[in-house]
């Protein structure tokens, strides 16, 4: 059910608005606007179908909506309360056409709801050229019972009869001083440059909030403010997250299921994308990527793309999933909404370009940045991922040192070739001594890990995944198989077959569940329970016997401060330190972020027990992601612990790590 609101505009606006227009701001755009060749590639007619996702901004400019979906709860209780949109907030991708769809508002406005209107680019280069090449043609095309003289469009400010348009650079405080608004656009807020060269900040106060100063005297009021992200700390972000959060819901053509287009739906990871080394093939990469529907796992080809965004509508956060994520609460009469380069139409970031994008940014933290904020529209987690993410990539085998552009020292043998040669997630670089597998119980989910390991305990991660059940778990130990369905490949010897030889499950809530697939599996599989200091009693692994129905279970528990102090500390963060010289972990080279972010979600932190002692403690920062990978991979070190000493001969003296 669609609610019809047409014409609707509130009261307050009538009085300024001269003609009531029966053409809301798209509407008009789409019936007047024609582009040149001088103003940009696109040709012809403006077609608002095209991207139909900057409809919803376009109609908040005025409050003149169409076809309020029933599921948009916030703009709903907007109306009902007689209220208007007086700020937006668009987190965008930089092919996205909101630009376009700021200019179509400032074309409209001088005809039918004049107030002076204030457009700030970056630079005052790119306003000038926006006035000269995009707006003003425009206005001489169409507005010209509202142009007092032509000698008044000049590039940066043009004098209409009865309203001012003003464009400008974000350099100077004097753009913002003396001048009433009632309109007001931000373009690319996230990279204007003030004074002191930090982005944003102009005399100690953010860009927007000197644009927000200018409405006080103004009845009525609207701010647009679009960017490409940069950081989730900046005040772009925080402003858009206190808004109603919009995003745009896309239908699949095979099972009809709304959702938002997201990079991990992208499907590339097939073997007509690789050649014969098993390195992906870009040009096959760019001409096979589908989109795998997350309701039906159908592959949809690229073609569908414009029915989908045709069909797509624009709705808010939910109320729960706001509670949820621990959203800032919803500030009064603040439209946000975000949009990426996966709905884009243009032909520069289709699915298989931006396939290769995500391909060519692995392990290149600059690479990764820019194509997360400029073509995904997420913003960058520059706390949570640079300083020690840094760290987990330089785990990754063949890594290569940013500071001297060359590999560590410790990844080389004594003549200069790779110890552990670079490879992909589903291969062994090595002859394993043994393969072990891993699970961590989350809910629903059970996050697993396989593992090889030399008889020196090296330990290579050889994949990762997520499955629903324990049956799937059982299907893995008889037939173990990659996350893309493929038997595992060692590199050493290709031909070679590999079962896995020691298991070990988090024993989670549903203990008894746990049993049974354990005795399932022929004890291939064993129980684990992380436990505290005191309860491990001073020993790192230790088995404790349990009963199950008349059966003997036994259940390994491991001291969990412990064993992650080994693996994150000892496997990760020191890895390439010589004073620590642990047998070595390696990552494949396609590991994603969702994986780095799990390593990263918790950290070892001095906190108050009481008055003023401290003790260190683990904290898992849940704002950052789940952990279950972490675990996971911990825990393969316990099997180590309890397997190891059957695969190497004990060392003369114990390591010593101070």
């Known amino acids: 059910m669609i609610t019809d609101i047409r014409g609707f505009v509130a009261e307050t606006w009538a009085e300024g608005i001269r003609d009531r227009p029966s053409l809301n701001i798209w509407e ?11 103003m940009g590639n696109i040709t012809g007619p403006y077609d608002p179908d095209l991207t139909p996702y900057t409809k919803l901004f376009q109609e908040a400019v005025t409050g003149d909506f169409r076809n309020i979906p029933e599921d948009d709860w916030w703009l709903l209780a907007l109306l009902e309360r007689s209220q208007r949109v007086e700020e937006c907030f668009v987190v965008k991708s930089s092919q996205s056409g909101f630009t376009q769809a700021a200019i179509n508002a400032t074309v409209y406005i001088p005809q039918f709801a004049p107030g002076r209107l204030l457009y700030v680019l970056d630079s005052v280069p790119k306003a000038k050229k926006v006035a000269l090449t995009r707006v003003i043609p425009f206005l001489k095309q169409l507005c010209g019972k509202v142009i007092a003289s032509e000698q008044d469009l ?28 009632r309109y007001a656009f931000l373009d690319d807020v996230e990279y204007m440059v003030a004074e002191g060269g930090v982005a944003g900040m102009l005399d100690g106060v953010h860009v927007i909030d000197h644009v927000r100063s200018r409405f006080t005297t103004a009845q009525d009021s609207f701010l647009g403010v679009f960017s490409k992200p940069n950081l989730e700390s900046s005040d772009f972000i925080s402003n858009a997250n206190a808004g109603s959060q919009h995003r745009f819901y896309v239908p699949c053509p095979n099972c009809n299921a709304r959702q938002v287009l997201l990079k991990t739906g992208l499907y590339y990871d097939r073997k007509e994308c690789r050649d014969l080394l098993g390195r992906y093939d870009l040009d096959a990469v760019e001409a096979l990527t589908t989109y795998r529907c997350n309701a039906c796992g159908h592959l949809i080809e690229e073609k569908w793309k414009p029915q989908m965004n045709a069909a797509g509508i624009m709705l808010p956060k939910s109320k729960d ?53 400029n073509h995904f529209a997420e913003p960058w987690k520059e706390k949570a991922i640079n300083l020690r993410a840094e760290n987990v990539r330089a785990v990754i085998a063949g890594a290569i040192n940013p500071k001297t552009e060359k590999h560590f020292p410790d990844d080389l043998d004594g003549e200069g070739r ?14 394993p001594a043994y393969v072990s597998a891993t699970s961590d119980v989350q809910g629903d989910k059970f996050k697993w890990t396989v593992c090889a390991f030399k008889a020196d305990g090296t330990c290579a991660l050889v994949d990762y995944g997520a499955v629903l059940s324990t049956n799937s778990l059982f299907e893995m130990t008889l037939d173990p198989r990659s996350h893309t369905g493929d038997p595992y490949v060692c590199l050493a010897d290709p031909a070679r077959r590999f079962q896995l030889d020691h298991g070990l499950i988090d024993s ?16 291939n599989w064993y129980p684990s329970k992380g436990v505290g200091g005191l309860d491990a009693g001073g020993q790192l692994v230790f088995g404790r016997a349990d009963l199950y129905e008349g059966t ?17 500390k000892h496997k990760i963060e020191r890895a390439h330190d010589p004073r620590y010289p642990s047998p070595r972990l390696y990552f494949p080279e396609d590991i994603e972020d969702d994986f780095i972010l799990e390593q990263l979600s918790e950290s070892l932190v001095p906190v108050v027990v009481r008055g003023s002692t401290k003790m260190m403690k683990w904290i898992h920062d ?28 004990p060392p003369s003296k114990p390591e010593s790590h101070p």
Request: hydrophobic residues 35%; charged residues 25%; aromatic residues 14%.
């Open 508 to 523: 989670g809530d549903d203990t008894y569940a746990i049993y049974d697939f354990c005795i399932r599996t022929g004890w």
């Open 28 to 38: 008009y755009a789409r019936k007047y606007l024609h582009f040149t060749p001088k």
């Open 418 to 431: 790779l110890k552990v040669p670079r490879y992909r997630r589903g291969e062994i670089p090595f002859l």
């Open 154 to 181: 000049t590039s940066t400010f043009i004098e209409l009869l009865d309203m001012i348009i003003e464009f400008g650079g974000s350099y100077s405080a004097g753009l913002f001083s003396e001048k009433p608004l």
């Open 321 to 373: 999933a706001r509670r949820r994520d621990e959203d800032p609460a919803l500030v009064p009469r603040r439209m946000s909404m975000q949009i990426s380069d996966l709905n884009s139409p243009f032909p520069k970031v289709k699915w298989g370009i931006l396939a290769r994008m995500c391909i060519e940014a692995e392990n290149n933290p600059a690479k990764l940045k820019h194509v997360q904020t």
């Open 622 to 649: 849940k704002k950052m992601g789940p952990n279950d990978y972490g675990d996971a991979m911990k825990m393969q070190f316990v099997i180590w612990q309890i397997v190891g000493p059957q695969y190497m001969a």
């Open 552 to 568: 003997p279970i036994l259940r390994y528990h491991y001291n969990d401060y412990q064993i992650k102090v080994l693996y994150y």
